[in-house]
T-cell receptor, first 112, second 113 residues
Framework: SQQGEEDPQALSIQEGENATMNCSYKTSINNLQWYRQNSGRGLVHLILIRSNEREKHSGRLRVTLDTSKKSSSLLITASRAADTASYFCATDGGNQGGKLIFGQGTELSVKP | DGGITQSPKYLFRKEGQNVTLSCEQNLNHDAMYWYRQDPGQGLRLIYYSQIVNDFQKGDIAEGYSVSREKKESFPLTVTSAQKNPTAFYLC????????????FGPGTRLTVL
C-alpha cells in the first residue's frame, strides 16, 4: 500500500532557484530514501537518511527528517534545467523485508 | 558494465495474450522486485523475491506471475487475467544485508491493444 504523500505534486521554478519537496509517511521507519526519475526512465537513488539522523547533505541536495511528524523534505539548491524530473520518497515501513513504499512523487520543472 | 537490464523497452500485445517481461541483473544481488507505474503515479509493488526459488506477492499481484530460477533473472508474466495491463513496468534489485537502496532497470512500457 502507498503510504507516502508528497507535496507539491508539481513544482515549476527558474534555473538558479531552490526547490523544496516534502514527503509524509504513516508508519515507523528505519530509513527514508529519495529517488529521481527522468521521464520514461528507471529510478535513480539520490540519498538515504536513517531514522536517527535529522539532516543529510549530498552535493546540492539536502534532506531533513522529522520522525515525530513523520515527514521529510528534499531541498535542491541552485537548480539546473537538468534537474527536471520526478522525485519520489520511499520508506522501508519498518522491517518489511527490504520492500519499499513509494510516495506519489513531485514533478519538478526547472526552466532555463 | 554492472547493472540491471529490462527488455524490450516497448512491448505491444493484443488483449487476451500473456506476455513475459525480462529482467536481468549482474550485480550479484539476492533480492529483486517488480513494480508497476501508471501515468503521474508512484510505484506499486507486484512481486518480490529475496532469494532464488522463492518469491512473495506484493500489493497488486493479481493477474501477474513470476519465477526466480536463477539469481540473475526475475521474469514477470502479465497474464490475460490482468484487467488493465497497460502500464510502465520497472524491475529493481537490492543487496541483502546492506542498505535498502534499490537499483532500477530502465523499464518496459507495455501497451495492450
Amino acid at each position: 500500500s502507498q503510504q507516502g504523500e508528497e507535496d507539491p505534486q508539481a513544482l515549476s521554478i527558474q534555473e538558479g532557484e531552490n526547490a523544496t519537496m516534502n514527503c509524509s509517511y504513516k508508519t515507523s521507519i528505519n530509513n527514508l530514501q529519495w529517488y529521481r526519475q527522468n521521464s520514461g526512465r528507471g529510478l535513480v537513488h539520490l540519498i538515504l537518511i536513517r531514522s536517527n539522523e535529522r539532516e543529510k547533505h549530498s552535493g546540492r541536495l539536502r534532506v531533513t527528517l522529522d520522525t515525530s511528524k513523520k515527514s521529510s523534505s528534499l531541498l535542491i539548491t541552485a537548480s539546473r534545467a537538468a534537474d527536471t524530473a520526478s522525485y519520489f520518497c520511499a520508506t522501508d515501513g519498518g522491517n518489511q523485508g527490504g520492500k519499499l513504499i513509494f510516495g506519489q512523487g513531485t514533478e519538478l520543472s526547472v526552466k532555463p | 558494465d554492472g547493472g540491471i537490464t529490462q527488455s524490450p523497452k516497448y512491448l505491444f500485445r493484443k488483449e487476451g495474450q500473456n506476455v513475459t517481461l525480462s529482467c536481468e541483473q549482474n550485480l550479484n544481488h539476492d533480492a529483486m522486485y517488480w513494480y508497476r507505474q501508471d501515468p503521474g503515479q508512484g510505484l506499486r509493488l507486484i512481486y518480490y523475491s529475496q532469494i532464488v526459488n522463492d518469491f512473495q506477492k506484493g500489493d497488486i499481484a493479481e493477474g501477474y506471475s513470476v519465477s526466480r530460477e536463477k539469481k540473475e533473472s526475475f521474469p514477470l508474466t502479465v497474464t490475460s487475467a490482468q484487467k488493465n495491463p497497460t502500464a510502465f513496468y520497472l524491475c529493481a534489485s537490492r543487496r541483502t544485508g546492506g542498505p535498502d537502496t534499490q537499483y532500477f532497470g530502465p523499464g518496459t512500457r507495455l501497451t495492450v491493444l
